[in-house]
C-alpha cells in the first residue's frame, strides 16, 4: 500500500512538472505563432505601403528578427497579452514602445550588414535594440530615463541579447569610443538632429528618426551621408495615403 | 403670490456663478492634465447634468415642491461638495487619448469621466430648476439671478485665474456654493442651526484639508512629465493665468538644447537654457545670453533665419515674441531696432524680471521695444512700417501634427490678417512665417493660399514674383516681399540654402531641379502645391487636394481645420496600422461630441415625452406637447448661436481673445438677467402678441450688425482702447437685453396654464445649450460666422412660432 502511495505520489509530482514544462512550451509556441502572424500583418502593411518605401518587401533577416525577438519580454506584465498586436504599448515613464511595422520599416531602411556597427538612442524597453543585435554584430544602445535602462538591460539580459552594450546617459553626444557607426537609431525624441550624432555616422551610413507624438508616428526621417560626406534626408510617410490629389 | 426674498435670488445668483466658473476652471484644469480638445468634449457632455436635472426635476417635482428648503439647501451643499469630489475622482481614471483607437476601455473611461463630472451642474440646474418651479409667478426673477450670477461667474473665473492657481479655484468654488446655503439657511427660511453648523463645518474641512489632495496629476504622456524623468531635472516655478499654466524646468545635468529645425549642417549646440511649459505641454525655452552674439550661432541656422540674409534690415517687428529666440535670432543679425509683441504679459514678466539675468535683459533697452497686446490689435493701433514681420512656430509641434488645434479660431493667419501684415511692411520688406513640416502637407499649403489671396485683394496682379519659400526637413519659411523680388534676392537665397541644406520650394523663376535634392520627399508636394495655387487652376487644385486648404478668412478663422469628408473613407482602413495622424481628429472629435449630445439629449426630451406624458403634466390633447419643446429647444440653440458668433466678430475689433471673451460673455449674461427681469412687463402687457417684440428685436439687432460689421468694425478700430470697449459693451447690451427675454416670458405664461411643465421646459433649453455650443462651432467653420447668425435669427423666427399657448 505504501509503495503504491509511494508510486501515485511520484507520478503526481512528475506530472505537475511535465505539466509546467508543456505549458512552458505551449506559451512558447503559441508566442511564435503570433508572431508570425504578426509578420504575415507587416508584409502586408508593407505591400500597401511600397510606393513609399520605394520596396515591394521588407528584407527577409528583418521579418526573420521579427519572428525570432520574443516582444513579450520587451513589455511590463500587464501587457504581454498586446504584445503580438500591430500596435505601440505604453513601456512606463510616459514612454511607449512603437508598433512593430515601425519597427520593422526603422530596421528595414538602415539596410544592415551582419559585420554593421549600429547605435541606439533611447533603449526604451530594449526591443530594437534586440531586433538589432538579430542583424548586425555590434549594437550601442543609450538611455536616459534610469530606470527605463536597468529594465532594458535585464529584458535584453534575459531574452539572451547579453552581446547589446547598453548605457545610461545623455545620448545626444552618441557614443564617442564605439563610433563610427553604420546605423544610428534614434527613438527617443529630440528637438533637433544632434550634430555629433551626424558626425559619428560612416561615410555610407543612415540614421533613422521618427517623428511625432506618443502613440502616433507621423513620418520617418532617413538620415543618409553619402561618400563624399554629403547628408541628405528622406521623408517618409509610413502609410499608404496616396497625398495631394493622386489617384487611390 | 410667493416672492422670492433677495437672499433667495442671491444664492440662485451665486451657484450660478459658481457653476458657470466650475465649467471653465474644468476646461483649464483638463487643459493640463490631459489635452484641450478632449476637455472640451468632456466638459460639453458635463453640461448636460442640466439636461438630467431638468427630467428628475419633471418627474419628481410634486414630491420636492412640499421640501423645497431641504432640496435647495442639500443641491447646494452637494454642488459644494462634488465640485472638488468629482475632479479629483475625474482625474483618478487612467484615461489616454491616445490609445483609444486601441483599446476600447478607454471609452468606458471616458464615459466614467463623462458621468462623475456631470453631477456638480445637475446638482446646481436643481438649485435654479426648484426654484423656478417654487416661484413660479417670479420666474423671470429667478432666471435673471441666473444670468446675472453666469455673467459674474466669467469675469470672475479670468480674474481668480490671475490670482490663483487653478487647483485652488476649487477651494473657492465650494466654499462660494456653502455661503449661498448660508444665506438661504439664515436668511430665506431661517432654518434650524443644524444647517448652518454642517455648512460652517463642511466649509472649514474644506479650507483645512491637506494640499496633496488638491495636487493634479497630468498625464505621463505630456511633455513636461516626460523631461522631469530625465535625472538632474525639476520645476523650479509655476505660475498661473487664464492663457495657461506656465511651469519651468531646470536641467541641471542634461543640457535642454531646444532648437527646432536646425540646418543638418549646424555645427553649434544653444547655450544653457530653462525649458518653459504652458499646461504642461509646448515647450519652449529662455535661453542664457551673456551678450555674445557669437553663442547664438545656432539660430543662424534654422529657416526663419533667411530674410535678415536677403537684405540688410533695419526695423523689425515681432509677432509672438515668447520667451525670446526670435528676438535672440534678430539680435544675432544685429539688428538696430526691434518691436516685439506678446499676448501672455506672464511670459513678458518671466523674461523682464525674473529670468532677466540669466536672459542677457533682452527685453530691456535698445535696440526692442516689447508690447503686451494681441498682433492684430497692436499693429491696428500703429501706422509704423517694418522691414520684416515675423511670425514664428507659434503653437507646438506635437499638438500642431496632431489636428488638435482645428476648432480653434486663429486671426493670425487669415486673409484679413495677412492684408493688414502687408500694410505695415516697408516698400521692399518682408513677412516671414515659418511652420512646422507636415507630411503629407496641410497648414502650408492652406498659408500660401490664404496668402495668394491676400496679395490678389491687394491689387497684386502676379503674387508669384513676391513670394519665396523654402524648407528644412522639420520647418518651412514662407516669404512675401512687398515688392518684386531681384535677382540678387535670389541668388542670396540660394546661397542661404546651400550652405545649410535646405530646399527652396519657390521663387520666381524656380525650376523643379532644384526643389528635392536635400530634403528629399516622396515628390516635391510643397513645390507642386505652390506651383498649382499660383496658376490658373487654384481653385480646381484646392478642390482636388485631400485635405481643406481653402483659404482662412476673418469670418472662418479656421487655419488648422484640415479635415475633408471625402478624404475619410481613404484613412479609415488606415487607422489600425498607424495613420491615425491622418485623421485631424479634433474635426472629428467635435462630431463625435455633437452625436453624443444629441444622443444623450434624445434620451432625456424624447424618451420621457413618449414614456412618461402623464406624469410630466402634458395634456393628451394639448398642443403644447409638440409646441414647448420645439420652442425651447430653438431659443436654446438660438441664444449660443448669437453669443458665440458675436463673441469671435468682435474679438477682431477688441484683439486680445481673452478680455473679449470676458468683456462680451459678461456683457451679454449681464443684459440678458436684466432683460429677464424687465421681461415681466411685456408678459403682462393685454397684447397677445407681446412675445414677438423682443424676438423681431433679436433678429433686427443681429442682422444688422452682422451685415454692418465692416463698418461698425472701421469705427471701433479708429478709437482708443477703453471706448473701443465701451462702444462695443454699448452695442451688445441691447442684443442681450431682448435675448434674455423669450425664455422667462414663455415660462410666465406656462406658469399661467401648465406650471408643471417649468422643470422640464429648463431641462430642454440646459440640452439645447450644450448642442448649440458644440454645433455653433462646426457651423462656423463650415460656413462662417455669418451664416451662424442667420441662422440663429431662422431659429428665433421657429421659436417665436411655437410660442406655447
Same mark, same amino acid.
Given at each position: 500500500?505504501?509503495?503504491?502511495?509511494?508510486?501515485?505520489?511520484?507520478?503526481?509530482?512528475?506530472?505537475?512538472?511535465?505539466?509546467?514544462?508543456?505549458?512552458?512550451?505551449?506559451?512558447?509556441?503559441?508566442?511564435?505563432?503570433?508572431?508570425?502572424?504578426?509578420?504575415?500583418?507587416?508584409?502586408?502593411?508593407?505591400?500597401?505601403?511600397?510606393?513609399?518605401?520605394?520596396?515591394?518587401?521588407?528584407?527577409?533577416?528583418?521579418?526573420?528578427?521579427?519572428?525570432?525577438?520574443?516582444?513579450?519580454?520587451?513589455?511590463?506584465?500587464?501587457?504581454?497579452?498586446?504584445?503580438?498586436?500591430?500596435?505601440?504599448?505604453?513601456?512606463?515613464?510616459?514612454?511607449?514602445?512603437?508598433?512593430?511595422?515601425?519597427?520593422?520599416?526603422?530596421?528595414?531602411?538602415?539596410?544592415?550588414?551582419?559585420?554593421?556597427?549600429?547605435?541606439?538612442?533611447?533603449?526604451?524597453?530594449?526591443?530594437?535594440?534586440?531586433?538589432?543585435?538579430?542583424?548586425?554584430?555590434?549594437?550601442?544602445?543609450?538611455?536616459?530615463?534610469?530606470?527605463?535602462?536597468?529594465?532594458?538591460?535585464?529584458?535584453?539580459?534575459?531574452?539572451?541579447?547579453?552581446?547589446?552594450?547598453?548605457?545610461?546617459?545623455?545620448?545626444?553626444?552618441?557614443?564617442?569610443?564605439?563610433?563610427?557607426?553604420?546605423?544610428?537609431?534614434?527613438?527617443?525624441?529630440?528637438?533637433?538632429?544632434?550634430?555629433?550624432?551626424?558626425?559619428?555616422?560612416?561615410?555610407?551610413?543612415?540614421?533613422?528618426?521618427?517623428?511625432?507624438?506618443?502613440?502616433?508616428?507621423?513620418?520617418?526621417?532617413?538620415?543618409?551621408?553619402?561618400?563624399?560626406?554629403?547628408?541628405?534626408?528622406?521623408?517618409?510617410?509610413?502609410?499608404?495615403?496616396?497625398?495631394?490629389?493622386?489617384?487611390? | 403670490?410667493?416672492?422670492?426674498?433677495?437672499?433667495?435670488?442671491?444664492?440662485?445668483?451665486?451657484?450660478?456663478?459658481?457653476?458657470?466658473?466650475?465649467?471653465?476652471?474644468?476646461?483649464?484644469?483638463?487643459?493640463?492634465?490631459?489635452?484641450?480638445?478632449?476637455?472640451?468634449?468632456?466638459?460639453?457632455?458635463?453640461?448636460?447634468?442640466?439636461?438630467?436635472?431638468?427630467?428628475?426635476?419633471?418627474?419628481?417635482?410634486?414630491?420636492?415642491?412640499?421640501?423645497?428648503?431641504?432640496?435647495?439647501?442639500?443641491?447646494?451643499?452637494?454642488?459644494?461638495?462634488?465640485?472638488?469630489?468629482?475632479?479629483?475622482?475625474?482625474?483618478?481614471?487612467?484615461?489616454?487619448?491616445?490609445?483609444?483607437?486601441?483599446?476600447?476601455?478607454?471609452?468606458?473611461?471616458?464615459?466614467?469621466?463623462?458621468?462623475?463630472?456631470?453631477?456638480?451642474?445637475?446638482?446646481?440646474?436643481?438649485?435654479?430648476?426648484?426654484?423656478?418651479?417654487?416661484?413660479?409667478?417670479?420666474?423671470?426673477?429667478?432666471?435673471?439671478?441666473?444670468?446675472?450670477?453666469?455673467?459674474?461667474?466669467?469675469?470672475?473665473?479670468?480674474?481668480?485665474?490671475?490670482?490663483?492657481?487653478?487647483?485652488?479655484?476649487?477651494?473657492?468654488?465650494?466654499?462660494?456654493?456653502?455661503?449661498?446655503?448660508?444665506?438661504?439657511?439664515?436668511?430665506?427660511?431661517?432654518?434650524?442651526?443644524?444647517?448652518?453648523?454642517?455648512?460652517?463645518?463642511?466649509?472649514?474641512?474644506?479650507?483645512?484639508?491637506?494640499?496633496?489632495?488638491?495636487?493634479?496629476?497630468?498625464?505621463?504622456?505630456?511633455?513636461?512629465?516626460?523631461?522631469?524623468?530625465?535625472?538632474?531635472?525639476?520645476?523650479?516655478?509655476?505660475?498661473?493665468?487664464?492663457?495657461?499654466?506656465?511651469?519651468?524646468?531646470?536641467?541641471?545635468?542634461?543640457?535642454?538644447?531646444?532648437?527646432?529645425?536646425?540646418?543638418?549642417?549646424?555645427?553649434?549646440?544653444?547655450?544653457?537654457?530653462?525649458?518653459?511649459?504652458?499646461?504642461?505641454?509646448?515647450?519652449?525655452?529662455?535661453?542664457?545670453?551673456?551678450?555674445?552674439?557669437?553663442?547664438? $550661432?545656432?539660430?543662424?541656422?534654422?529657416?526663419?533665419?533667411?530674410?535678415?540674409?536677403?537684405?540688410?534690415?533695419?526695423?523689425?517687428?515681432?509677432?509672438?515674441?515668447?520667451?525670446?529666440?526670435?528676438?535672440?535670432?534678430?539680435?544675432?543679425?544685429?539688428?538696430?531696432?526691434?518691436?516685439?509683441?506678446?499676448?501672455?504679459?506672464?511670459?513678458?514678466?518671466?523674461?523682464?524680471?525674473?529670468?532677466?539675468?540669466?536672459?542677457?535683459?533682452?527685453?530691456?533697452?535698445?535696440?526692442?521695444?516689447?508690447?503686451?497686446?494681441?498682433?492684430?490689435?497692436?499693429?491696428?493701433?500703429?501706422?509704423?512700417?517694418?522691414?520684416?514681420?515675423?511670425?514664428?512656430?507659434?503653437?507646438?509641434? $506635437?499638438?500642431?501634427?496632431?489636428?488638435?488645434?482645428?476648432?480653434?479660431?486663429?486671426?493670425?493667419?487669415?486673409?484679413?490678417?495677412?492684408?493688414?501684415?502687408?500694410?505695415?511692411?516697408?516698400?521692399?520688406?518682408?513677412?516671414?512665417?515659418?511652420?512646422?513640416?507636415?507630411?503629407?502637407?496641410?497648414?502650408?499649403?492652406?498659408?500660401?493660399?490664404?496668402?495668394?489671396?491676400?496679395?490678389?485683394?491687394?491689387?497684386?496682379?502676379?503674387?508669384?514674383?513676391?513670394?519665396?519659400?523654402?524648407?528644412?526637413?522639420?520647418?518651412?519659411?514662407?516669404?512675401?516681399?512687398?515688392?518684386?523680388?531681384?535677382?540678387?534676392?535670389?541668388?542670396?537665397?540660394?546661397?542661404?540654402?546651400?550652405?545649410?541644406?535646405?530646399?527652396?520650394?519657390?521663387?520666381?523663376?524656380?525650376?523643379?531641379?532644384?526643389?528635392?535634392?536635400?530634403?528629399?520627399?516622396?515628390?516635391?508636394?510643397?513645390?507642386?502645391?505652390?506651383?498649382?495655387?499660383?496658376?490658373?487652376?487654384?481653385?480646381?487644385?484646392?478642390?482636388?487636394?485631400?485635405?481643406?486648404?481653402?483659404?482662412?478668412?476673418?469670418?472662418?478663422?479656421?487655419?488648422?481645420?484640415?479635415?475633408?469628408?471625402?478624404?475619410?473613407?481613404?484613412?479609415?482602413?488606415?487607422?489600425?496600422? $498607424? $495613420?491615425?495622424?491622418?485623421?485631424?481628429?479634433?474635426?472629428?472629435?467635435?462630431?463625435?461630441?455633437?452625436?453624443?449630445?444629441?444622443?444623450?439629449?434624445?434620451?432625456?426630451?424624447?424618451?420621457?415625452?413618449?414614456?412618461?406624458?402623464?406624469?410630466?403634466?402634458?395634456?393628451?390633447?394639448?398642443?403644447?406637447?409638440?409646441?414647448?419643446?420645439?420652442?425651447?429647444?430653438?431659443?436654446?440653440?438660438?441664444?449660443?448661436?448669437?453669443?458665440?458668433?458675436?463673441?469671435?466678430?468682435?474679438?477682431?475689433?477688441?484683439?486680445?481673445?481673452?478680455?473679449?471673451?470676458?468683456?462680451?460673455?459678461?456683457?451679454?449674461?449681464?443684459?440678458?438677467?436684466?432683460?429677464?427681469?424687465?421681461?415681466?412687463?411685456?408678459?403682462?402687457?393685454?397684447?397677445?402678441?407681446?412675445?414677438?417684440?423682443?424676438?423681431?428685436?433679436?433678429?433686427?439687432?443681429?442682422?444688422?450688425?452682422?451685415?454692418?460689421?465692416?463698418?461698425?468694425?472701421?469705427?471701433?478700430?479708429?478709437?482708443?482702447?477703453?471706448?473701443?470697449?465701451?462702444?462695443?459693451?454699448?452695442?451688445?447690451?441691447?442684443?442681450?437685453?431682448?435675448?434674455?427675454?423669450?425664455?422667462?416670458?414663455?415660462?410666465?405664461?406656462?406658469?399661467?396654464?401648465?406650471?408643471?411643465?417649468?422643470?422640464?421646459?429648463?431641462?430642454?433649453?440646459?440640452?439645447?445649450?450644450?448642442?448649440?455650443?458644440?454645433?455653433?462651432?462646426?457651423?462656423?467653420?463650415?460656413?462662417?460666422?455669418?451664416?451662424?447668425?442667420?441662422?440663429?435669427?431662422?431659429?428665433?423666427?421657429?421659436?417665436?412660432?411655437?410660442?406655447?399657448?
Amino acid at each position: 500500500m505504501k509503495r503504491v502511495k509511494h508510486l501515485i505520489f511520484w507520478l503526481v509530482v512528475i506530472g505537475i512538472i511535465l505539466l509546467l514544462f508543456s505549458s512552458h512550451v505551449i506559451a512558447e509556441d503559441m508566442f511564435r505563432q503570433q508572431r508570425q502572424a504578426l509578420v504575415d500583418v507587416i508584409k502586408y502593411d508593407v505591400l500597401r505601403t511600397r510606393d513609399f518605401l520605394n520596396q515591394e518587401a521588407l528584407d527577409d533577416r528583418v521579418l526573420d528578427a521579427l519572428r525570432k525577438v520574443p516582444r513579450h519580454e520587451f513589455v511590463p506584465d500587464d501587457q504581454r497579452p498586446y504584445a503580438y498586436q500591430n500596435r505601440p504599448l505604453p513601456i512606463g515613464y510616459g514612454q511607449t514602445i512603437s508598433q512593430p511595422y515601425i519597427v520593422a520599416v526603422m530596421t528595414d531602411l538602415l539596410k544592415l550588414k551582419k559585420n554593421d556597427r549600429t547605435l541606439e538612442i533611447g533603449t526604451g524597453s530594449g526591443y530594437q535594440a534586440a531586433i538589432l543585435a538579430e542583424l548586425a554584430d555590434s549594437v550601442y544602445s543609450i538611455e536616459i530615463v534610469e530606470p527605463l535602462a536597468k529594465q532594458a538591460a535585464t529584458n535584453l539580459k534575459r531574452a539572451g541579447y547579453d552581446a547589446v552594450h547598453t548605457r545610461t546617459g545623455d545620448g545626444y553626444y552618441g557614443w564617442e569610443e564605439a563610433a563610427p557607426f553604420d546605423g544610428i537609431v534614434v527613438t527617443a525624441v529630440a528637438s533637433h538632429i544632434p550634430p555629433p550624432l551626424i558626425k559619428q555616422l560612416k561615410p555610407g551610413g543612415r540614421m533613422i528618426i521618427p517623428v511625432g507624438a506618443p502613440f502616433m508616428t507621423q513620418y520617418l526621417v532617413l538620415v543618409s551621408k553619402d561618400t563624399d560626406e554629403k547628408v541628405t534626408t528622406r521623408q517618409i510617410l509610413p502609410v499608404s495615403f496616396v497625398p495631394l490629389t493622386g489617384k487611390h | 403670490m410667493m416672492k422670492p426674498r433677495l437672499s433667495m435670488l442671491a444664492a440662485v445668483a451665486i451657484i450660478s456663478a459658481s457653476a458657470l466658473a466650475y465649467e471653465v476652471l474644468l476646461m483649464r484644469l483638463f487643459s493640463i492634465i490631459q489635452w484641450h480638445h478632449f476637455a472640451y468634449m468632456m466638459i460639453s457632455m458635463a453640461l448636460l447634468g442640466y439636461g438630467v436635472s431638468g427630467v428628475f426635476l419633471a418627474l419628481n417635482r410634486d414630491r420636492l415642491a412640499p421640501l423645497f428648503p431641504v432640496a435647495i439647501m442639500t443641491n447646494m451643499l452637494l454642488f459644494s461638495l462634488s465640485v472638488p469630489a468629482c475632479f479629483l475622482l475625474a482625474q483618478q481614471i487612467p484615461f489616454n487619448p491616445a490609445e483609444i483607437l486601441w483599446t476600447p476601455v478607454q471609452l468606458l473611461y471616458l464615459c466614467g469621466i463623462y458621468l462623475i463630472l456631470a453631477l456638480p451642474f445637475f446638482f446646481a440646474a436643481n438649485v435654479v430648476g426648484l426654484s423656478l418651479y417654487q416661484y413660479k409667478n417670479q420666474v423671470s426673477s429667478i432666471y435673471a439671478s441666473d444670468l446675472f450670477g453666469a455673467g459674474l461667474g466669467s469675469v470672475g473665473v479670468i480674474f481668480l485665474l490671475f490670482i490663483l492657481f487653478p487647483e485652488q479655484i476649487l477651494t473657492v468654488l465650494t466654499l462660494s456654493g456653502i455661503l449661498a446655503a448660508l444665506l438661504v439657511s439664515s436668511y430665506t427660511f431661517r432654518a434650524s442651526k443644524h444647517w448652518t453648523t454642517v455648512s460652517l463645518i463642511i466649509a472649514l474641512a474644506v479650507i483645512f484639508i491637506p494640499t496633496e489632495w488638491m495636487t493634479l496629476k497630468v498625464s505621463p504622456y505630456k511633455s513636461l512629465n516626460q523631461l522631469l524623468h530625465v535625472p538632474g531635472t525639476k520645476i523650479i516655478d509655476r505660475y498661473s493665468s487664464p492663457l495657461g499654466s506656465i511651469s519651468i524646468v531646470k536641467s541641471e545635468l542634461t543640457p535642454l538644447r531646444h532648437a527646432p529645425g536646425l540646418s543638418l549642417n549646424a555645427a553649434t549646440e544653444p547655450p544653457e537654457q530653462l525649458a518653459v511649459f504652458t499646461d504642461a505641454d509646448n515647450m519652449s525655452a529662455i535661453t542664457r545670453y551673456d551678450g555674445n552674439p557669437e553663442t547664438l $550661432g545656432y539660430l543662424d541656422q534654422t529657416t526663419s533665419a533667411l530674410p535678415y540674409h536677403l537684405k540688410q534690415l533695419t526695423g523689425i517687428l515681432i509677432l509672438g515674441a515668447g520667451t525670446g529666440s526670435d528676438i535672440l535670432q534678430a539680435d544675432y543679425h544685429a539688428i538696430k531696432h526691434i518691436d516685439a509683441v506678446e499676448l501672455n504679459p506672464l511670459v513678458i514678466d518671466l523674461i523682464q524680471r525674473k529670468y532677466a539675468a540669466f536672459a542677457g535683459d533682452i527685453y530691456f533697452g535698445a535696440p526692442i521695444n516689447i508690447h503686451i497686446g494681441e498682433a492684430r490689435g497692436y499693429l491696428a493701433s500703429s501706422d509704423k512700417t517694418y522691414d520684416l514681420i515675423n511670425l514664428s512656430l507659434l503653437d507646438a509641434f $506635437g499638438a500642431s501634427a496632431a489636428g488638435l488645434y482645428s476648432m480653434a479660431e486663429n486671426y493670425l493667419y487669415t486673409e484679413q490678417a495677412i492684408e493688414e501684415y502687408l500694410h505695415h511692411v516697408s516698400p521692399d520688406g518682408y513677412l516671414s512665417i515659418t511652420r512646422w513640416i507636415k507630411i503629407p502637407p496641410r497648414d502650408e499649403p492652406k498659408l500660401l493660399a490664404t496668402v495668394i489671396n491676400a496679395l490678389k485683394k491687394t491689387g497684386v496682379r502676379e503674387p508669384g514674383r513676391q513670394i519665396i519659400m523654402i524648407r528644412g526637413w522639420q520647418t518651412s519659411t514662407l516669404i512675401v516681399k512687398n515688392g518684386a523680388l531681384s535677382a540678387d534676392e535670389i541668388s542670396r537665397l540660394k546661397q542661404f540654402c546651400d550652405e545649410r541644406s535646405f530646399d527652396p520650394v519657390y521663387y520666381p523663376g524656380i525650376s523643379e531641379g532644384e526643389v528635392n535634392r536635400f530634403n528629399i520627399q516622396q515628390q516635391p508636394y510643397l513645390y507642386q502645391a505652390a506651383a498649382a495655387l499660383l496658376g490658373d487652376n487654384s481653385p480646381a487644385f484646392i478642390d482636388a487636394y485631400k485635405f481643406n486648404i481653402e483659404p482662412a478668412t476673418d469670418d472662418k478663422p479656421y487655419l488648422f481645420h484640415f479635415f475633408k469628408w471625402r478624404t475619410l473613407p481613404e484613412i479609415l482602413p488606415l487607422l489600425r496600422s $498607424g $495613420g491615425s495622424f491622418l485623421l485631424e481628429s479634433g474635426y472629428l472629435l467635435l462630431i463625435a461630441a455633437l452625436l453624443q449630445a444629441i444622443l444623450a439629449s434624445l434620451l432625456l426630451i424624447a424618451l420621457p415625452l413618449w414614456l412618461c406624458k402623464a406624469k410630466l403634466g402634458i395634456e393628451a390633447d394639448s398642443k403644447n406637447h409638440l409646441h414647448m419643446p420645439v420652442y425651447f429647444f430653438c431659443l436654446g440653440l438660438a441664444f449660443l448661436f448669437i453669443e458665440i458668433a458675436f463673441i469671435q466678430k468682435f474679438i477682431l475689433v477688441l484683439h486680445h481673445p481673452l478680455y473679449a471673451i470676458a468683456v462680451m460673455l459678461s456683457t451679454f449674461l449681464l443684459s440678458a438677467g436684466a432683460g429677464s427681469y424687465f421681461s415681466t412687463h411685456l408678459s403682462h402687457s393685454p397684447e397677445k402678441y407681446a412675445f414677438m417684440l423682443p424676438i423681431a428685436a433679436i433678429a433686427l439687432l443681429s442682422t444688422g450688425y452682422s451685415l454692418g460689421f465692416e463698418v461698425i468694425a472701421g469705427f471701433l478700430l479708429k478709437t482708443g482702447h477703453l471706448s473701443r470697449y465701451l462702444y462695443s459693451i454699448i452695442l451688445i447690451m441691447p442684443l442681450g437685453f431682448c435675448m434674455g427675454m423669450p425664455f422667462p416670458m414663455a415660462l410666465a405664461k406656462i406658469s399661467q396654464t401648465t406650471p408643471a411643465l417649468i422643470p422640464w421646459a429648463w431641462g430642454i433649453n440646459g440640452c439645447a445649450s450644450v448642442i448649440s455650443a458644440i454645433l455653433a462651432t462646426l457651423i462656423a467653420m463650415q460656413f462662417g460666422f455669418t451664416v451662424l447668425i442667420f441662422l440663429a435669427v431662422a431659429l428665433y423666427g421657429v421659436a417665436a412660432w411655437c410660442f406655447p399657448e
